[in-house]
Structures are given as structure tokens and as C-alpha cells.
């Protein structure tokens, strides 16, 4: 069976969000000394600028009205990315036992992203983000929701038959 079975889009999302969640979010949480004269600080200031986002930037200021944020960025680095790679190498093997892990993943990280759009409209800049600070900030986060969402409700469907399945066999 070739790679990935037929679930490229599945192989995509891991080739675009890998780089991103180690060279852009978890920066808030690794320690300075790691960032220093390295060109990830740059990425991170430009990322910033491109709509003055204010989750990045209000988790990097480590002010109180974004401390939940950095949870959710360890929650990022210490469960979804160890998630995320055995998912990669389950699904590159065409291991269907990682569908339960697939599934806690999707899960977890729709729910980090939820609050992340909530926060787009609830935080409170000096200026105001313009409308298309806004839209540009929502295509940037709204498909890091929309497919990890896909996922789980995909994983959970494919679960749903494997356990029905295996039901019916044990009734035979």
C-alpha cells in the first residue's frame, strides 16, 4: 500500500505543520539562550508583524491577559507534536492503531485553537486591528482548526466502524 493510503492531504498537513509548530509557536516556550543570534527571532518578529497577531505576540509578552496561552503552547510542544509525529509514522505506515492517538490529537488541538479565535476578537491592541489585520489573522488560524477538526471527526468515524466490526464478528 503506498504511503499514506490514499490520505495526502493527511501527509500535507503534516509536512506544513510540523515547521511551523517547531520554528514559529513553541518559541514562546523555549528558553531565550536557544533563540539567541539565530535567525528563529526574525521569523517570529515577521509572522508577528504580518497582521499584529495578537495571540504570538501576547504570548511572548507573558502578560497576564495571555498566561492560559503559554498552557496551551507546552500542551502544543509536550502532548500534540509527540502526537503529531507517531501520527505521521502511523499513517505512513498504514497503521491503523494510531487512529485512537489521530483522534486525541484532532481533538486537543481544535480545542487549543478555539480560544486562539476567540482571543482574535477579544483582544484589545492599541490601535484596533483593522478588518483585514482580522482576515488575514482568521486564514492564518481557522484551517490549523478546520483540519485537525477533520481529522478527529475523520478518526472517530474510521474508529466507529473498526469497533462495529469487530462487534459483529463477536456476535458470529
Same mark, same amino acid.
Given at each position: 500500500?503506498?504511503?499514506? $493510503?490514499? @490520505?495526502?492531504?493527511?501527509?500535507?498537513?503534516?509536512?506544513?505543520?510540523?515547521? %511551523?509548530?517547531? *520554528?514559529?509557536? *513553541?518559541?514562546? %516556550?523555549?528558553?531565550?539562550?536557544? *533563540?539567541?543570534?539565530?535567525?528563529? +527571532?526574525?521569523?517570529?518578529?515577521?509572522?508577528? +508583524?504580518?497582521?499584529?497577531?495578537? %495571540?504570538?505576540?501576547?504570548?511572548? +509578552?507573558? #502578560?497576564?491577559?495571555?498566561?492560559?496561552? @503559554?498552557?496551551?503552547?507546552?500542551?502544543?510542544?509536550?502532548?500534540?507534536?509527540?502526537?503529531?509525529?507517531?501520527? $505521521?509514522?502511523?499513517?505512513?505506515?498504514?497503521?491503523?492503531?494510531?487512529?485512537?492517538?489521530?483522534? $486525541?490529537?484532532?481533538?486537543? #488541538?481544535? #480545542?487549543? *485553537?478555539?480560544?486562539?479565535?476567540?482571543?482574535?476578537?477579544?483582544?484589545?491592541?492599541?490601535?484596533?486591528?483593522?478588518?483585514?489585520?482580522?482576515? #488575514?489573522?482568521?486564514?492564518?488560524?481557522?484551517?490549523?482548526?478546520?483540519?485537525?477538526?477533520?481529522?478527529?471527526?475523520?478518526?472517530?468515524?474510521?474508529?466507529?466502524? %473498526?469497533?462495529? $466490526?469487530?462487534?459483529?464478528?463477536?456476535?458470529?
Amino acid at each position: 500500500m503506498s504511503r499514506f $493510503a490514499g @490520505r495526502g492531504l493527511d501527509g500535507l498537513w503534516f509536512w506544513f505543520c510540523a515547521p %511551523i509548530t517547531i *520554528l514559529l509557536d *513553541l518559541q514562546t %516556550i523555549y528558553p531565550k539562550h536557544w *533563540l539567541a543570534d539565530t535567525p528563529l +527571532s526574525s521569523l517570529f518578529e515577521w509572522s508577528i +508583524s504580518l497582521a499584529r497577531d495578537p %495571540i504570538l505576540g501576547g504570548a511572548m +509578552s507573558g #502578560t497576564r491577559e495571555f498566561a492560559w496561552l @503559554r498552557y496551551f503552547l507546552y500542551l502544543e510542544g509536550f502532548f500534540q507534536l509527540p502526537c503529531f509525529i507517531l501520527g $505521521a509514522i502511523g499513517l505512513w505506515r498504514n497503521d491503523k492503531r494510531i487512529y485512537p492517538l489521530l483522534l $486525541a490529537y484532532g481533538a486537543s #488541538t481544535t #480545542t487549543t *485553537l478555539i480560544p486562539c479565535l476567540g482571543a482574535i476578537f477579544t483582544a484589545n491592541p492599541k490601535p484596533p486591528l483593522t478588518t483585514r489585520e482580522i482576515v #488575514t489573522l482568521l486564514s492564518e488560524y481557522i484551517p490549523f482548526l478546520l483540519i485537525p477538526l477533520g481529522m478527529a471527526v475523520d478518526m472517530g468515524v474510521k474508529l466507529t466502524k %473498526i469497533v462495529s $466490526a469487530a462487534q459483529d464478528r463477536k456476535r458470529v
